[in-house]
C-alpha cells in the first residue's frame, strides 16, 4: 500500500483564506547556545489543506477531536470538473455523476483545477484561487445529503461559489465580472441567483446534518482524477477545534502507484514535487469515468 499526497505546501508564503490570520513562524531558540532548534507557530485554522468543522458554523456540533478516524478514512470518488467549470461557473451534481461512480456514503473530492493557481505553483494567482473559482448552488447541497456523502473536499479556496461568501462585499470587481457572467449563463443577476437565503450554504446547510469539507486540496490529485480511491483526512485531535490544519492522503496498492508514477515522471513537477500545469495528465486505463463532456 502506498500514499498520494493531496496536501498543498504549508509555509509563511500559504494563503489563509481572505483575513484569517496566515501562518507565522520563528526560532525562539538555536542550536547554539541551546542544544537544539526550536520553532513557534501562529496561524488560524484555515490556512493551507484544512478540514472545517461542524462547530465552524454550527454552534451544537462536533468539535474536530470528536470526528472519529473511520469516518475520516473512507471510499471516495474523485472528479474532475475542469472541462466543464470556468470562473465564477456553477458546478451541478450532475456534472459530477456524469463522470464518476458516486455511491451512498462516499467522500466526494472535487478537482476544478483551481489548485494549479495555488501559491505553490508556476501559474499561480491568488485572486483566481480565492476569488474565481466555481462553486454549487443548492441543488448540489440537496443531492450530497440525498447521496449520504461523508465529507467533501474541494481544491480551491472554498466549498462555496466564492460569490456566495462575504467576498462578494470584499472584492466590487470581480463581483461585477461575476454579475455580467451569471446575466448571460443564466439570465439571472448575481444577487437574484445567489440570494440572502442562500448565504454559504455549503457551510451552513450542511454542517448541522454532519456533512462538513475540506478545503484548498492539491499534491499530486491530478494523478486521480474521475477515479475511486480510498482517502484519509488527518487533522490534529484538536479539543474545542472548530476547524484544522490537515494532511490528506489517496491510498493506493502499490502496482496502481506504480502506474501512477511512471505518469508523474512523465509531467512538469513545481519545486516542490507535484504535479505543474493547467492541464492533468492524461491517465489510460479504467478510471471511473462515466461520460466525457466537452468544455462549454
Not at 490556512?47 to 454552534?59: R, Y
Not at 467576498?167 to 437574484?192: N, V, Y
Request: proline share 4%.
Amino acid at each position: 500500500m502506498k500514499l498520494i499526497d493531496l496536501t498543498i505546501p504549508l509555509g509563511i508564503g500559504t494563503p489563509a483564506w481572505p483575513t484569517y490570520e496566515p501562518l507565522q513562524m520563528k526560532y525562539f531558540k538555536r542550536l547554539a547556545p541551546n542544544g537544539a532548534n526550536g520553532q513557534l507557530l501562529t496561524h488560524s485554522n484555515h490556512v493551507g489543506t484544512h478540514l472545517d468543522g461542524e462547530i465552524h458554523f454550527h454552534t451544537p456540533g462536533k468539535d474536530i477531536a470528536e470526528l472519529s478516524l473511520d469516518y475520516l478514512v473512507g471510499d471516495a470518488a474523485i472528479v474532475d470538473l475542469s472541462d466543464c467549470c470556468g470562473d465564477y461557473d456553477v458546478y451541478t451534481s450532475k456534472m459530477v455523476e456524469d463522470r464518476v461512480e458516486v455511491r451512498r456514503g462516499d467522500i466526494l473530492i472535487i478537482h476544478t483545477g483551481y489548485h494549479h493557481y495555488g501559491w505553490d505553483q508556476p501559474t499561480a494567482d491568488e485572486i483566481a484561487y480565492m476569488v474565481k473559482h466555481p462553486g454549487p448552488d443548492r441543488e448540489f447541497a440537496i443531492w450530497a445529503k440525498k447521496k449520504k456523502i461523508r465529507w467533501i473536499g474541494v481544491d480551491c479556496g472554498s466549498a462555496d461559489h466564492p460569490m456566495n461568501t462575504i467576498i462578494r462585499d470584499w472584492m466590487p470587481r470581480q463581483a461585477r465580472q461575476a454579475d455580467q457572467h451569471f446575466k448571460a449563463t443564466f439570465g439571472k443577476s448575481l444577487a437574484e441567483f445567489f440570494d440572502d437565503s442562500k448565504y454559504q450554504l455549503m457551510h451552513l446547510e450542511m454542517f448541522n446534518h454532519g456533512i462538513i469539507h475540506a478545503e484548498c486540496l492539491g499534491g499530486d490529485i491530478d494523478l486521480l482524477l474521475n477515479q475511486r480511491v480510498t482517502v484519509g483526512c488527518f487533522p490534529w485531535r484538536l479539543v474545542d477545534g472548530e476547524s484544522c490544519i490537515a494532511r490528506i492522503a489517496a491510498f493506493v496498492d502499490d502496482d496502481r502507484y506504480a502506474r501512477l508514477m511512471q505518469i508523474k515522471r512523465g509531467c512538469k513537477l513545481t519545486k516542490f514535487g507535484d504535479i505543474a500545469g493547467a492541464k492533468a495528465p492524461k491517465l489510460h486505463g479504467k478510471t471511473g469515468r462515466k461520460t466525457s463532456t466537452k468544455r462549454r
